[in-house]
């Protein structure tokens, strides 16, 4: 066996890399976390609150072979810890390290945010010690998400049979609750929009901002909109569209859902795929960076060949300036998601891929290569009408370079207008007045609501994918048409939990605690006080609940589930009795109790 020793927690990943080197080095897999806090103990919670909330770790069931064989094949070794480049990630470096028994003052840890044979070289040409800060935020998170799991899940399903809560979780559902209670008090409210017609064209009357129009002042308009219309105004510009920055894990997540009819669940299932290795003519590939990133920096390694590519293939107008953040620094390592070749054009790999694959790396790539292309221009066109005093006004685009769009499916329609003079006459076919309804706020999509969490600074967007999954099977929300609306379990779960843990149901308190996680990885807060801290206010809250919360007793009936068979259940939410089934969660069939 090989001196050298890298060990990845992905076959699929240790299979790509090992594909990459002849028999110098030796790839092994950890095949995910090998140790996570235990079971047993104390409240079952595997930390020692009393003695400083140390965690206690175990192996994880199944994997005490793979350690033992880990042991055996890195012993007398060098050993280099290439786990991904995140929290996560240290943190299972940190747990193989321990077990493995390393010294954590040698710099066995390697860091690469691509899957190629170069990048792995130039890893293992500089590795560092492991970031213990890293570990610390994360050892922290999974201490956070273990008391506040358990202890509220227990609660839960003592007292109203829910199955579960989470830090973020719980949070999630309230957003889909609260925006639930806002759709039910809505009241539409009427106005009117109103139109001139020309041939094709149609003018829009200019609204005031903040101003509805209602049917007697619409009605006024329209019998004022009399013949000629005076062009009173023309104005002509040039405007540029500039193009979207590359990928992020959260807009990776909106795109797939919104344009590929994908979950979030799924994409990140098929960008990982693309990240650890597809097979192209024989040889194993990364063909995307690392896709769990919240950076959308690209490197000078990638930027350079893109835009000589962009300028060979499409010409010189159309490569454009690399626009950089301010957050961006020499320090930032973190990059968007992008593809590692750019000469492997999605067209190139198509055959090698399946068609969850291929979709999801054109979205990456044509997004990567478009952010360093010129912008779009138009020449825009605004005219006002004037009729009575009324004001009218007709918009017309038209696109004269392409720009970043030349690599894009989606290119917007030409509004062509007509030359117009000032003080030119116009007589309008009819003019009329449309009413409409003012509408309540849109249900949260899957996209929507990953913008949503995001936007608030709730949670990391690498774990949203499994949070919506757990919202839907543990039965807190059903999905119809792709929109979420809460159960009535859902909602119970979410006001009984608002009234006894006002903080832990807080956005903006979810959000500060999100930010205090991250300056645990900078150094610059201490994890043991923030254990404390919350630990300390929580707990009275805990036992208050235990104490007044509601206990929603099933009373069983004679009636028989269709679904199961089992006998039905009389159960109680905030909008009265139903009938649920006693095999629940098993099966989740309900009805009405009219």
């Not at 989470?166 to 759709?183: F, H, T, Y």
């Not at 390592?333 to 999801?360: G, M, W």
């Not at 929603?552 to 009795?577: F, H, M, N």
Request: with cysteine; glycine share 4%.
């Amino acid at each position: 066996m090989s001196k050298r020793v890298i060990i990845v927690e992905s076959p699929a990943k240790s299979k790509t890399i090992s594909s990459y080197f002849d028999d110098e080095v030796t790839v092994l897999s950890s095949v995910g976390h090998i140790r996570d806090l235990a079971t047993s103990g104390k409240d079952g919670l595997g930390v020692n609150v009393e003695n400083d909330f140390e965690p206690d770790y175990k192996t994880i069931s199944g994997k005490t072979a793979l350690v033992n064989d880990l042991k055996k094949k890195t012993k007398g070794k060098e050993v280099f810890l290439a786990t991904d480049p995140d929290r996560e990630g240290e943190a299972i470096a940190w747990h193989l390290a321990q077990v493995l028994g390393l010294d954590l003052t040698e710099k066995n840890r390697i860091i690469f945010r691509e899957i190629t044979k170069p990048a792995i070289k130039e890893a293992i040409n500089h590795p560092r010690t492991i970031d213990l800060n890293l570990v610390n935020s994360q050892e922290t998170r999974r201490i956070l998400d273990r008391i506040i799991g358990f202890k509220l899940s227990g609660l839960l399903k003592n007292k109203i049979k829910s199955q579960s809560a989470g830090r973020v979780q719980s949070v999630a559902l309230r957003l889909i609750c609260d925006l639930e209670k806002e759709i039910e008090a809505f009241i539409p409210e009427q106005y009117h929009t109103i139109h001139a017609y020309f041939g094709d064209l149609k003018a829009d009357y200019i609204i005031p901002k903040d101003v509805m129009i209602k049917t007697d002042d619409a009605n006024k308009i329209v019998e004022t909109s009399t013949n000629p219309f005076i062009v009173s105004s023309v104005d002509e510009k040039e405007t540029k569209r500039n193009p979207k920055a590359p990928l992020i894990t959260s807009t990776l997540q909106q795109e797939a859902i919104n344009s590929l009819g994908m979950t979030s669940q799924r994409v990140m299932s098929v960008a990982q795929k693309l990240y650890e290795g597809i097979e192209i003519n024989g040889e194993l590939v990364g063909l995307i960076t690392y896709m769990r990133t919240d950076s959308d920096r690209l490197s000078q390694e990638f930027v350079g060949p893109a835009k000589h590519f962009i300028e060979t293939t499409y010409g010189k107008k159309y490569v454009g300036t690399y626009r950089t953040n301010k957050s961006d620094s020499a320090q930032d390592a973190h990059e968007a998601i992008r593809p590692t070749d750019i000469n492997r054009t999605p067209q190139s790999v198509e055959s090698f891929l399946t068609k969850d694959e291929y979709k999801v790396y054109k979205k990456i790539y044509e997004r990567a290569v478009a952010s360093l292309m010129a912008p779009a221009i138009f020449n825009s066109t605004k005219v006002t009408l004037n009729a009575n005093g009324n004001l009218y006004e007709l918009d017309g685009s038209v696109l004269v370079f392409d720009g970043y769009l030349k690599v894009l499916s989606d290119l917007p329609k030409n509004k062509i207008l007509p030359k117009f003079e000032l003080n030119q006459e116009l007589n309008a076919d009819k003019v009329e007045a449309i009413e409409k309804f003012t509408t309540p706020p849109a249900r949260y999509t899957e996209a929507s609501l990953i913008k949503e969490l995001e936007s608030k600074g709730i949670g990391r967007p690498s774990t949203y994918a499994s949070i919506i999954n757990t919202l839907k099977s543990r039965d807190y929300v059903e999905v119809k048409e792709k929109k979420f609306y809460p159960t009535k379990q859902g909602i119970l779960t979410v006001d009984e939990l608002k009234k006894f843990f006002k903080n832990i149901m807080d956005v903006e308190y979810t959000s500060r605690m999100e930010k205090r996680l991250d300056q645990i990885s900078e150094g610059n807060v201490s994890s043991k006080e923030l254990l404390k801290t919350f630990y300390t206010n929580f707990i009275p809250q805990l036992e208050i609940a235990k104490k007044d919360m509601a206990k929603v007793e099933a009373v069983v009936t004679d009636k028989i589930c269709p679904v199961c068979g089992s006998k039905l259940v009389i159960r109680k939410s905030k909008y009265g009795e139903f009938y649920g089934c006693s095999n629940f969660p098993k099966c989740k069939h309900i009805e009405p109790k009219l």
